[in-house]
């Protein structure tokens, strides 16, 4: 569905299109002499302005993980929210927001002002599940590049004239971000493989181990898969990454301490396995089932 606004007239549809964008005009720069139009469909919203002398504050109009956005403004004034504080940008950058990340990176381009949520399901390739995507090859980090080259292409040709336009710019949107997921995800799929994944993993216990902020988490992270695929490649095991790390300190502690060890020696080797205390490796070792510090949950 397309709808446009004339800023030019005051059109009282104007507030309302931007409140459902994420932005708040500030009403002392009126009368406005802008105009704009939005489009909106499945997994998507697209806003388009020109000669736009506001201020504004911005928040994600993507709230789930699965999704990110990018807003540009060229002309006049802006601020986004960061926690509380409104911080001020400067116009001409494309700020690109990652929900699952919680972060910004900002893109100098040369366009009119532009906001774009879409949904992941619409470009990762044929079989891949959005939480298969590791975070390191989510966007911004990987797309702004060819966000911003889409974008001033796109708009230098002025394909976006027509709901036509609008259509083949998301599509080659689309098409661009799929393939650089797909690129990425090539350098995988050898680590996805369920038993060199396990292999990996534990050798990377191995060597982690002794980090008592080392969690299950930073494992998934260090071999850019994620925690479902992680868990699965354990599964197939018949144990689990956390039990696998408790079980890597508790071997060492065990190989460190001696047969009635002192309150001291058990704090030393607790401090050398990972273990955040030495009443955790204790109730370890009481119960012949690795125990979990707090420090290592992931």
């Not at 549809?13 to 139009?37: H, I, K, N, Q, T």
């Not at 204790?282 to 290592?296: F, H, I, K, Q, V």
Request: glycine content about 6%; proline content about 7%.
């Amino acid at each position: 569905m397309r709808s446009h606004f004339d800023l030019d007239t005051h059109d009282p549809g104007a507030p309302s299109v931007f409140a459902e964008l994420g932005w708040v005009l500030d009403e002392a720069y009126a009368p406005f002499r802008a105009g704009g139009d939005v489009l909106t469909g499945s997994g998507f919203v697209l806003a388009r302005m020109w000669h736009t002398p506001l201020r504004a504050h911005t928040e994600a109009s993507c709230m789930t993980d699965e999704c990110f956005s990018a807003m540009l403004v060229v002309e006049g004034n802006g601020q986004r929210s960061i926690g509380q504080a409104q911080v001020p940008f400067e116009p001409g950058v494309l700020m690109i927001h990652d929900a699952r990340l919680e972060t910004e990176v900002d893109v100098p381009v040369s366009v009119a002002a532009i906001h774009l949520s879409r949904a992941w399901n619409a470009i990762l390739p044929s079989g891949v599940r959005a939480e298969d995507v590791p975070l390191s090859f989510r966007p911004p980090a990987r797309f702004q590049a060819v966000l911003a080259a889409i974008v001033n292409t796109a708009f230098q040709e002025r394909i976006g004239e027509s709901d036509l336009g609008y259509t083949a710019w998301l599509a080659s949107i689309d098409a661009a971000m799929s393939a650089l997921l797909n690129s990425a995800l090539d350098d995988l799929r050898v680590v996805r493989s369920p038993a060199t994944l396990y292999e990996r993993a534990v050798a990377l216990i191995e060597q982690q181990y002794s980090d008592p902020e080392f969690t299950v988490a930073d494992l998934a992270e260090s071999l850019s898969v994620s925690k479902p695929w992680l868990h699965q490649a354990f599964a197939n095991e018949g144990t689990t990454p956390k039990r696998v790390l408790q079980r890597v300190r508790v071997d060492h502690a065990l190989r460190l301490l001696p047969p009635l060890p002192t309150p001291t020696e058990i704090a030393d080797a607790a401090a050398a396995s990972g273990f955040a205390t030495a009443r955790a490796l204790r109730r370890s070792l009481r119960a012949g089932e690795p125990d979990t510090p707090a420090t290592t949950a992931g």
